[in-house]
């Protein structure tokens, strides 16, 4: 199973990115979906899922209202749009893939990428 996250990069305050993250070697259809973030020092954070049938969706409160996740079964893939950035949101973004609910767990997750790393400038 690979999960291969991209999208990461440098950008100003205010500004947006949208994060990718393939999947193959699993029957994405199947699987939560789900974007966490690390910054440094910090416990890894629960930022967003999606479930299987690509409707509903959980975000966390340090993005609520922030960020859309989003799904293309068809592409095996996962998305996460980040708007308004700021310097606190500068992090290591992973995304993860489970069967079983608990999504704000980071041990309910059965595989990981490799992580984004996304910069905020002031």
């Known amino acids: 199973v690979q999960l291969q996250a991209s999208g990461g990069g440098l950008v100003q305050t205010g500004g947006s990115l949208r994060l990718s993250c393939a999947a193959s070697?699993?029957?994405?259809?199947?699987?939560?979906m789900a974007w966490f973030r690390q910054a440094p020092g910090k416990e890894r954070e629960f930022v967003a899922a999606?479930?299987?049938?690509?409707?509903?969706?959980y975000v966390g409160d340090s993005l609520k209202g922030r960020c859309i996740i989003s799904r293309d079964n068809a592409r095996n893939t996962v998305y996460l749009q980040l708007n308004s950035l700021g310097p606190g949101d500068t992090a290591v973004y992973y995304c993860?893939?489970?069967?079983?609910?608990?999504?704000?767990?980071?041990?309910?997750?059965?595989?990981w990428g490799q992580g984004t790393l996304v910069t905020v400038s002031s």
């Open positions: 999606i479930l299987r049938a690509e409707t509903y969706t």
């Open positions: 993860a893939a489970a069967l079983a609910p608990n999504i704000r767990r980071t041990d309910n997750y059965d595989y």
């Open positions: 070697g699993l029957t994405f259809s199947t699987y939560i």
